[in-house]
């Protein structure tokens, strides 16, 4: 199967005839290479609530009619904007949709979303995300700092494919990064996401490939890595 990247921390995929997207940042999005009204999608999963990662999840799923997962806090969000399909699921949690499995894991970083008139909605903790799908264990790490229970949830789900943000700022930057994928993860393909996207998380990637043992592969926005 082919996952694709669509710039920041957008990816999505097929399985079993459904179409995933995570975390749809599209619109404001200078990398992404998607257009929002032409997206389909039977499922929308997000690892948090920022408009980097929230995005273009609202308009999305009353068009396409797609079912929302996330955090119980952004689920009641969503609700109170018109989306009335959403499945929220928490830290720990497990659970088999039509295109596979899903469950949510820790990530330390924050989650909340600014109203157009400043207000600040809190909305719940952050999250990873380990999709399983078939024999194949993809790790979508979230925006995250390095912690060492990345090391637990690699050992209970050995990975196949991992997206880790490198951006620093306001996630792990390089060095820790390259740590977290050596030393805890350790898949057999790694992808980094959540940089260059603006000013402030500029990184050049063939510095992060340089520090990582395993194999990782630097793909452009529309670009996909094969399992």
């Not at 196949?160 to 943000?165: D, K, S, V």
């Amino acid at each position: 199967m082919e996952v694709t990247f669509h710039g920041q921390s957008c990816i999505s995929f097929e399985a079993n005839d459904k179409k995933v997207i995570v975390d749809p940042f599209i619109t404001g999005n200078p990398l992404s290479d998607l257009n929002v009204e032409e997206v389909e999608a039977d499922f929308i999963v997000l690892t948090h609530g920022h408009g980097d990662h929230l995005g273009d999840t609202i308009a999305l799923a009353k068009r396409t009619g797609a079912l929302v997962i996330a955090l119980p806090e952004l689920i009641d969000y969503l609700a109170t904007k018109g989306v009335e399909n959403g499945h929220p699921m928490n830290i720990g949690g497990n659970r088999a949709f039509d295109f596979g499995q899903v469950k949510f894991v820790q990530a330390f970083h924050s989650n909340s979303y600014t109203e157009e008139d400043g207000s600040i909605v809190y909305l719940g903790m952050p999250c990873g995300l380990i999709f399983t799908l078939g024999e194949k264990v993809i790790y979508h790490a979230g925006d995250t700092g390095l912690f060492s229970d990345m090391k637990l949830i690699a050992d209970r789900h050995p990975v196949n494919l991992c997206f880790i943000p490198i951006g620093d700022n306001f996630t792990m930057g390089i060095d820790d990064a390259s740590y977290a994928i050596n030393h805890f993860i350790k898949p057999d393909i790694t992808v980094p996401i959540h940089y260059d996207t603006f000013d402030l998380i500029k990184q050049d990637p063939e510095v992060f490939k340089s520090k990582v043992d395993g194999k990782v592969e630097i793909i452009q926005p529309g670009e996909s890595v094969t399992l």
